[in-house]
């Protein structure tokens, strides 16, 4: 037997139907916030990545997927969609077109080379919202009460999103050299990774999963004591905006989050029971034009699926995730099985879901398979009564049944699984039209 590679997953039954209804949430709000959809590819130029991430970062050195393909080109497969995405803007000049900002959402696997665990994988999936062409505060709000909002129709009423700001440049190489004097004479101590982020990236050190619990770091510098007035004024507008918007947040000045090409606000969103992040984003003003595009500022954030459904199968939030189907037709001869084709094409070009049988099994094993997918009701086909134009339905829980007309099906199902009320009477084929 041939097994899925470490790190995948296969999604069936009732979680890839769970998951196919988290993916319906987020196409209707994002159509309400008028954001439209983007699809970009999944694998692009090794370069793009390196350049727009962060040649230091994690993501770039220790976990993409770079081969060479067979003209000899670096090729990564994508291991997040915010560089893509503005690959594309800058590419198909999306802007300057009185559009601005362009407001996309994307959703799609992604390949980071991680250790897999629970809620780890080496082929995720995120969903995700880049806005790109506004350096306004209440864009920075909108992202992330978009985020939030999903969450909340999904049922996840307990998310909590995490904000800080790492303020402009100016603050940024300010607040470096203040974590590189503090703790300078502690970097015999710190972890091999952070040793090397105290060169290259030391506000890594702030989040690192070994060194974070040690003593000195409750007195190391905050980020938010070196914004400049403008940053400042920046974080402040976007906490007035998330009050306004009754987004539950804290600041937490420990979110830096592992790519580079962030400034400004910076976010988490994490629920109670989730000691993983949902998802994370925040601005990214340069990299546009790091990536050879025209100055724009934007903001954005992802949420990872796979963590998403997965909380919401433990949390049985599934109430709206179809577990049943309306009907299972039954049947034993040709003739029935004719009427039973029929049947089963009429009522499900109306809406119902409906199955019936494939294998000439009998009629126990057929109850069965009824029972399997919680079938609501059940249309028992059979020779004698079909010759006066009747079926059977039986209603699978209260387990009443009824003759009615096949012809009014249609209305029978409308009336009792859709809760239209028609006034009308199955039974009596010269009942009034309807
Ligand atoms: P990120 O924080 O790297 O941000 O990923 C966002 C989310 O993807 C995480 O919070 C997590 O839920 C999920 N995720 C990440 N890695 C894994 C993994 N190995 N297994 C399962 N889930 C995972 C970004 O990717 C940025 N592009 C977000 C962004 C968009 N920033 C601005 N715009």
């Known amino acids: 037997m041939i097994s899925k590679p470490k790190g995948t997953v296969d999604l069936t039954d009732k979680k890839a139907r769970c998951w196919k209804y988290v993916e319906e949430v987020i196409d209707s709000v994002m159509e309400k916030y008028n954001y439209n959809y983007i699809r970009t590819p999944i694998f692009e130029a090794s370069e793009l990545f390196h350049r727009?991430?962060?040649?230091?970062?994690?993501?770039?050195?220790?976990?993409?997927?770079?081969?060479?393909?067979?003209?000899?080109?670096?090729?990564?497969?994508?291991?997040?969609?915010?560089?893509?995405?503005?690959?594309?803007?800058?590419?198909?000049?999306?802007?300057?077109?009185?559009?601005?900002?362009?407001?996309?959402?994307?959703?799609?696997?992604?390949?980071?080379?991680?250790?897999?665990?629970?809620?780890?994988?080496?082929?995720?999936?995120?969903?995700?919202?880049?806005?790109?062409g506004s350096t306004d505060p209440m864009m920075d709000a909108e992202v992330i009460s978009l985020a939030y909002n999903i969450n909340k129709m999904l049922g996840l009423t307990d998310t909590v999103v995490h904000i800080n700001s790492l303020?402009?440049?100016?603050?940024?190489?300010?607040?470096?050299e203040a974590l590189k004097s503090y703790f300078k004479p502690h970097l015999d101590d710190l972890c091999d990774d952070c040793k090397e982020r105290f060169d290259k990236n030391p506000l890594r050190i702030i989040d690192c999963k070994i060194d974070s619990n040690k003593d000195y770091f409750k007195d190391a510098p905050n980020i938010l004591d070196y914004l400049n007035k403008e940053s400042k004024e920046h974080f402040e507008k976007v906490c007035e905006y998330l009050d306004i918007l009754e987004v539950k947040y804290v600041i937490d000045p420990k979110i830096v989050r592992g790519l580079d090409y962030y400034n400004h606000t910076v976010f988490e969103l994490m629920t109670e029971e989730s000691n993983l992040a949902l998802g994370g984003g925040g601005r990214y003003d340069n990299l546009v034009s790091t990536l050879d595009g025209p100055e724009t500022s934007c903001v954005g954030y992802a949420v990872g699926l796979d963590r998403l459904v997965d909380l919401l199968m433990e949390k049985e939030l599934t109430t709206n995730v179809r577990d049943y189907i309306d009907a299972f037709i039954m049947y034993v001869n040709e003739d029935e099985k004719k009427n039973?084709?029929?049947?089963?094409?009429?009522?499900?070009?109306?809406?119902?879901?409906?199955?019936?049988?494939?294998?000439?099994?009998?009629?126990?094993?057929?109850?069965k398979r009824a029972d399997y997918f919680n079938s609501k009701y059940l249309i028992l086909l059979n020779s004698d009564d079909l010759n006066e134009g009747l079926v059977t339905i039986k209603n699978n829980k209260t387990k009443e049944e009824e003759k009615i007309m096949m012809e009014y099906i249609i209305y029978y199902f409308d009336e009792h699984i859709s809760d239209d009320n028609l006034p009308i009477d199955y039974h009596n084929h010269d009942e009034e039209e309807v």
């Not at 997040?80 to 594309?88: L, Q, Y």
């Not at 303020?167 to 470096?176: A, L």
């Open 52 to 132: 727009g991430i962060g040649d230091s970062t994690d993501i770039v050195t220790k976990e993409t997927y770079d081969f060479k393909d067979r003209g000899d080109r670096s090729i990564t497969l994508r291991p997040e969609g915010t560089a893509g995405v503005v690959r594309s803007y800058i590419e198909n000049k999306m802007y300057g077109k009185n559009n601005l900002p362009v407001k996309v959402y994307y959703n799609g696997t992604m390949y980071r080379y991680e250790r897999p665990q629970k809620g780890r994988l080496r082929e995720l999936s995120q969903y995700g919202v880049e806005v790109l």
């Open 167 to 176: 303020g402009d440049k100016e603050s940024r190489d300010k607040y470096r």
């Open 340 to 367: 039973a084709i029929y049947l089963a094409n009429e009522l499900r070009m109306s809406g119902f879901v409906v199955e019936t049988e494939y294998t000439k099994k009998s009629l126990k094993s057929q109850f």
